[in-house]
């Protein structure tokens, strides 16, 4: 690397320290000066007359900042870790259309931002941590249909317990590339327990880890919101699976709807308060309706799925034919019928519509859960288990 583009490389990863949470400020700075090495050579008065009174900003803006950038590079490129500044060749175009991007992003990956974001639709999918059956068998089905598109999409999540998780484990299986934003530094991956996850991201071609925060940093609360802006900004369209009406998911697909970006909302039961955030962009005009899937992957540009609809009855006959017959099989394929059909419905509830007795229904449950088939939550609600989970 040439030393006056490792001086430029340093000069935005100092930048991004120093305006992290005033990214606009510090991209203003940037375009007046045309040079980040640059402001770090200028006395105080020139740069109060760029930038307006941050006097805490203003503090960080000196040459031995721009000294520690430099071993902060060193130290990168021996951990196999990389920084892509605003200004750089590779930084995702998406991101910089959008009034707050970061200053620079250090990721993890076997490709450079071009191949990461070059030349396909990225489509961020995003959701409550405590994901539902119901959420679970739709995210999975969503990222299955987008596999069997012609245009196969970048997913893009948080990474985060429930939603982002299932998302992003699901495109892995079934060979779309996904990116893991993280609300940490690129040293550390947060839940813990993702890190194979991080691991398998950043070994996979077209797959990344990337976070704006520097090095060390720790999973605040106050993080998350930068984070989610990051993900909204980098995708052309937002689906929100299932969230509360405050949470992680709804501030990202708040943040897409201010970038102008496509929303759509996987709606849900008015009782259930974890489709509650989905329901009120629903009602307000802010996001679409995930109704039909297939309108969906139209919509989001990446033609029409292959993906067929999975045949529960031919299962049914070949996983359970061996030990039920006649009536009882009819029953199971009857009962599968129903979760599929409205998905969250009770035992109670299965009993008062088929007119069976609770032994009855309660067997039958148990068959297909035991073949895998459906599950059933603490509330005794089922739903149709996706494959592969």
Same mark, same amino acid.
């Given at each position: ?10 000069? *935005? ?22 040079? &980040?090495?640059? &402001?770090?050579?200028? #006395? ?11 006097? @805490? ?5 000196? !040459? ?8 902060? *590079? ?6 196999h ?7 750089? !060749?590779?930084y ?29 639709? +990225? ?17 999975? =089905?969503?990222?299955?249909?987008m &596999? ?35 609300? %940490? ?18 070994? %996979? ?7 704006d ?7 605040? &609360? ?12 980098l ?7 299932e ?8 501030? %990202?697909?708040?943040?897409?709807? =201010? ?14 308060i ?14 679409? !309706? ?17 993906? #067929? ?5 031919e ?13 009882? *099989? ?5 009962? +599968? ?16 519509? %088929? ?26 609600k089922?739903?149709?288990? !996706? @494959?592969?989970l």
């Amino acid at each position: 690397m040439e030393n006056n583009d490792f001086e430029e490389r340093a000069g *935005l990863l100092a930048l991004n320290r120093i305006f992290g949470f005033e990214p606009a400020a510090g991209r203003r700075l940037l375009e007046e000066l045309g040079s &980040a090495a640059a &402001a770090f050579g200028m #006395k105080r008065e020139e740069l109060r007359a760029v930038l307006g009174p941050y006097p @805490k900003l203003l503090e960080g803006l000196v !040459p031995a900042s721009l000294d520690s950038a430099k071993k902060e *590079l060193e130290w990168l490129d021996g951990r196999h870790y990389r920084f892509v500044g605003i200004s750089e !060749p590779g930084y995702p175009q998406m991101l910089k259309e959008c009034e707050d991007p970061p200053l620079g992003l250090y990721y993890r990956s076997q490709d450079g931002m071009d191949g990461i974001f070059g030349g396909r639709p +990225a489509v961020a999918i995003v959701g409550t941590r405590d994901i539902s059956g119901y959420g679970r068998q739709w995210c999975r =089905s969503i990222v299955q249909a987008m &596999a069997r598109c012609p245009e196969k999409p970048l997913i893009v999540s948080g990474l985060a317990l429930g939603t982002d998780i299932v998302a992003q484990r699901t495109a892995l299986e079934e060979g779309l590339p996904t990116v893991g934003v993280m609300a %940490t530094g690129i040293d550390s991956i947060y839940p813990y327990r993702h890190n194979a996850d991080a691991d398998r991201m950043s070994s %996979t071609p077209g797959c990344a880890v990337l976070t704006d925060y520097p090095p060390g940093t720790q999973p605040l &609360a106050i993080h998350f919101l930068r984070r989610n802006r990051i993900i909204a900004g980098l995708c052309s369209a937002t689906i929100l699976v299932e969230s509360k009406i405050r949470g992680g998911g709804m501030m %990202t697909a708040r943040l897409a709807y =201010s970038y102008e970006r496509d929303v759509y909302a996987l709606p849900g039961r008015i009782d259930d308060i974890r489709s509650g955030g989905c329901n009120y962009l629903l009602r307000e005009k802010i996001a679409e !309706p995930v109704t039909d899937i297939a309108d969906l992957m139209e919509r989001l540009g990446l033609g029409p799925s292959s993906v #067929k609809k999975r045949d529960l009855g031919e299962e049914i006959r070949n996983g359970l034919g061996k030990i039920v017959s006649g009536e009882k *099989l009819d029953r199971l394929e009857e009962m +599968a019928g129903m979760i599929r059909k409205k998905g969250g419905i009770s035992l109670p509830e299965i009993c008062g519509m %088929t007119g069976w007795g609770w032994s009855e229904v309660m067997s039958c449950a148990g068959l297909l859960e035991n073949e895998g088939l459906i599950e059933t939550d603490l509330l005794q609600k089922c739903w149709i288990k !996706p @494959k592969n989970l």
